[in-house]
Structure formats: C-alpha cells, structure tokens
C-alpha cells in the first residue's frame, strides 16, 4: 500500500458555504436513513454485498422463510457472523427487494460524499502499485464547523499510456490548516445531528 501524507484544514462555521454544505449532508443522511428503515422493517438489521450476486439482506438469526417473501437462499457469512440472502429475482417480491436494496446503495453513496461535492472539495488521489486510492474526507463537527482530511498530493498529469480520470481535491483559500493533533481532537467531538450533541 502506497503511503501518501495528508493534509488537515478547519472550515468556519460561519461560512455561507459552511452552512449550505451541512444542510446538503443533512438532507443525504436523512434520504438514506428513511431508505434504510425500509430494509430493517424486513427484520433485517443491515445489507451486505455479495461479489457476482449483488447487494442482499443480512439478518443476525435465520429468519422463517414466510418473513421475508422474495429471497433467496440463505448463506451465513462467518465474517459477518449474519445470514445473508439475495433477492430472487425470478419473483415480483425479489424483484422488489432488489430495486430497495439497490436504491439504498445509491442513497446511502450519496450520503457518504455529500459534504464534500457540496463544499466543492471532493477529490482522490490515485497512485502506488497496486494502485492506492486516496480519499478527501469531510465531518461536520456538532458546532457546524467542519474538519477536513485530505492527501497531501496531486493526481499524475495525463501522459503516454495514463489517462488521468480522478479530480484532485481542491481546499477553499479560507479553510485554516491545523496540526494532526488538533484534527484528531476535533474528530473525537460529535458529528453536526448527533441527539447527545450539545452547542458550544
């Protein structure tokens, strides 16, 4: 694994662009969550996904087959200590199934980078062998600031046999760099939502 160092920034909360990004996020993560609510009203408590076969329920117990009308069989994941079932998609239950389950992924993806495309920062930095992706990651801290981690690195530029197709992350001119150290101390506050989060 290719070693790329990073970068640490804190975002004002007082920012308009601050705060037009936490509303974004909010909205994702509450998208997410109601799709989300949908697959555990299943009895399942999550969704995993199964490489060749696609995204399936997981349940921590066996279900009764008569519970979860439209899956498949069940196969339990040591790893996962869950059982895990794919949609049959030869049915219009599974068939179901599969569209929730695959509009869950969506939404929850768009959840994940939503404080970043909505701050204009998202970006990877690709490099290594095997190549190593390296991510520009965002967290809105309970006081609506929000702290940035981000590699300290740019994409190769496109040349003979490389065609770069990964944005480099781009830090606004107003973000303040702090020290490694005082991001880790910012990253153990809650996140911006949190029910036991109090303002400062």
Not at 41 to 67: D, H, I, L, N, Q
Request: aromatic share 12%; net charge neutral; hydrophobic share 40%.
């Amino acid at each position: 694994m290719s070693y790329v160092a990073r970068k640490y920034f804190v975002l004002p909360a007082d920012r308009e662009e601050v705060k037009r990004a936490i509303s974004m996020f909010m909205l994702a993560k509450s998208d997410a969550r109601a799709s989300y609510r949908e697959i555990e009203a299943y009895g399942a408590a999550g969704m995993y996904f199964v490489p060749g076969k696609g995204w399936g329920m997981s349940f921590k117990e066996r279900p009764k087959t008569a519970k979860v009308e439209g899956l498949g069989k069940f196969t339990f994941f040591e790893k996962e200590e869950a059982w895990v079932a794919i949609p049959d998609k030869r049915t219009a239950a599974g068939k179901k199934l599969e569209e929730l389950l695959q509009n869950t992924a969506e939404l929850q993806e768009i959840w994940q980078w939503s404080l970043e495309k909505s701050l204009g920062i998202y970006g990877v930095v690709a490099c290594g062998f095997p190549t190593t992706f390296h991510y520009c990651c965002a967290k809105p801290l309970f006081d609506g600031r929000v702290i940035v981690s981000t590699p300290d690195a740019k994409n190769r530029p496109t040349g003979s046999g490389y065609s770069r197709n990964f944005e480099d992350p781009v830090i606004p001119g107003w973000a303040v760099e702090i020290s490694a150290d005082a991001y880790e101390a910012l990253n153990a506050l809650p996140e911006f939502g949190r029910e036991n989060a109090e303002a400062a």
